[in-house]
Structure formats: C-alpha cells, structure tokens
C-alpha cells in the first residue's frame, strides 16, 4: 500500500513531538542501547566483566555475593556482602546502581522466558554513543483507522516464541481489533498499559523496510462502545533490533499482515 495523503500541521506536530520522546527515551544513559551483555543465571556462582560481585540463582530467587570492597545501591540504599533479590515474577525486572569509577552503571535484574538474567547498563556502551537515530516514514494519516474490539469471554493466555531459540513468552490476550487497510484485517491483542492494548505484528514492509521479526504498538483502551484507534504511524522497533542482548517477543501467528504497512519506524541503520 502507497500512500501520498499529506498530514496537517497539527498531526505532524504531535507525531513529531511523541517520535522524538521516544528517541530520547531510547537513547537515555541508561536505556536498552547501554546494554553490555545479557547474563543467564544459573545455581553455579559466576563473576562477569561488567558487573560487580559473583551471581547466581535458584527457586529462591537471584543472589549476588558482593567481595570486599565492592557495593551496589538498592533502592538507594548501600548494600555490601549478600544481597538476596527474592523470587522474581516472570517478565518483572529490578535495577541496583553500581559505581564504576567515574561511571554510574545500572544491572537490570530480571526473569524472562522462567529464567533469572541480569543486564548491565553503562552509558558509555558503544551501541548508544554511536546511535543515529531511527528512520521512520513520513507521518500519514491514512494510516489512522478506526478499529473495533471484540473480547474474549474470558481472557486468553497466549505462548509467543521470542528472538532467542528456545525461549517463550506468555501474555494475556483479552481479545481482537478489527479494522478496515485496504480490505478488513484483525489484530490479536494483549493487554498494555493500564487500560490500553498492546499489538505485535509483522506485513509486508517486514524484512524489507523494516525490522523483520516485529513490530510494535500500543493501542488506546476501547470506549463504552468498543470503538478505538490503531495509529499506525507510532509503530516502534523493539530492543532486539538494535542489541542482541534482548529476549523479545514475537508477534503470534494470526498477527501476520498481507499488507503493507509503510508507517511508523523502519529499519535502523
């Protein structure tokens, strides 16, 4: 699908306005791009590179065992020796603050796919000094539509795969979007955030113009009467198409457009 619908100022504007807060937010010190690895834990203590203490895992949850000398902020607090985090809920995540020198690093711990991980964030991470930027297409609003939501009796849990072999992702999914681009099409949808949903999906554009595995998008909660808006044109990469330290989802199989979607952000450079 080609579109040459010219957007009005104010359209333009406010899409302006979101697109460069959510680069910002992308870029931050301590955003996805100042990943430095993604460590899985296991019940084998180990000591990495680029984070402090020796780390390990069991059904009681992460541990790390800081040595002398070394110490990690926990919800500001200064922690030194045993730090137990706790069972961690499944796609939950916690950070701790490690002063490196100069350089505030934040170690993301988090459980994703029934495994405990950690994900140290330094700013200084080549993947976010050298970042560009993301391209995107040219705002249109032909790619606003109108779009009904049908739900589910009950909610429904949904498996997904992910960009890592092997791994699978659960969300619920309380129903589906319809909506008309250029013939009817549907969207299963999860539950984003607060009242919002939350769509994964891949269309023609996906290898080609941008990123292959999937697409990402928030949708506004549904009004009394079911109706809502799917603005294509706020479509966003996830963290896995700029790092391969991430564990994304990918979108579930009825997700799959046969048309294409040229709005919203496209494959980075």
Same mark, same amino acid.
């Given at each position: ?5 010219? @957007? ?10 979101? +697109?460069?807060?959510?680069?910002? &937010? ?7 791009? $100042? ?27 992460? *541990?790390?065992?800081? $040595? ?10 200064? *922690? ?61 609003? $032909?790619? *606003?539509?109108? @779009? +009904? ?23 619920? @999914? ?38 292959? @595995? ?8 549904? =009004? ?6 799917? =603005?294509?044109?706020? $479509? ?8 391969? +330290? ?13 048309? &294409? *979607? ?8």
């Amino acid at each position: 699908m080609t579109t040459t619908t010219p @957007a009005a100022p104010d359209f333009q504007a406010a899409w302006s306005a979101w +697109h460069d807060a959510h680069e910002r &937010a992308r870029a931050s010190e301590h955003g996805f791009l $100042a990943i430095t690895s993604i460590r899985w834990l296991t019940s084998t203590p180990e000591r990495f590179d680029d984070a402090p203490g020796t780390w390990s895992t069991s059904d009681d949850g992460p *541990v790390v065992v800081l $040595a002398e000398g070394e110490s990690i902020e926990v919800d500001g607090v200064r *922690v030194t020796g045993t730090h137990r985090f706790g069972p961690l809920p499944e796609r939950s995540s916690t950070s701790v603050v490690w002063r490196d020198g100069d350089e505030t690093v934040v170690v993301e711990v988090a459980r994703r796919g029934g495994s405990d991980v950690i994900r140290p964030r330094r700013p200084s991470n080549g993947t976010r000094v050298s970042y560009p930027g993301t391209p995107s297409y040219e705002p249109d609003p $032909a790619f *606003v539509v109108d @779009a +009904h939501f049908e739900p589910f009796e009950t909610p429904r849990s949904v498996t997904v795969g992910s960009v890592v072999d092997g791994l699978q992702h659960v969300y619920e @999914a309380p129903g589906v979007l319809t909506f008309d681009l250029d013939g009817p099409r549907s969207l299963l949808a999860f539950n984003g955030h607060g009242d919002g949903l939350h769509v994964l999906f891949t269309d023609r554009t996906s290898g080609v113009t941008t990123y292959a @595995a999937n697409r990402s998008l928030d949708v506004a909660a549904p =009004d009394a009467s079911s109706a809502t808006t799917i =603005d294509f044109n706020r $479509a966003t990469n996830l963290p896995c198409a700029y790092t391969v +330290h991430a564990t994304c989802p990918l979108p579930p199989a009825e997700n799959r457009l046969d048309v &294409a *979607v040229e709005a919203g952000e496209r494959l980075p450079v």
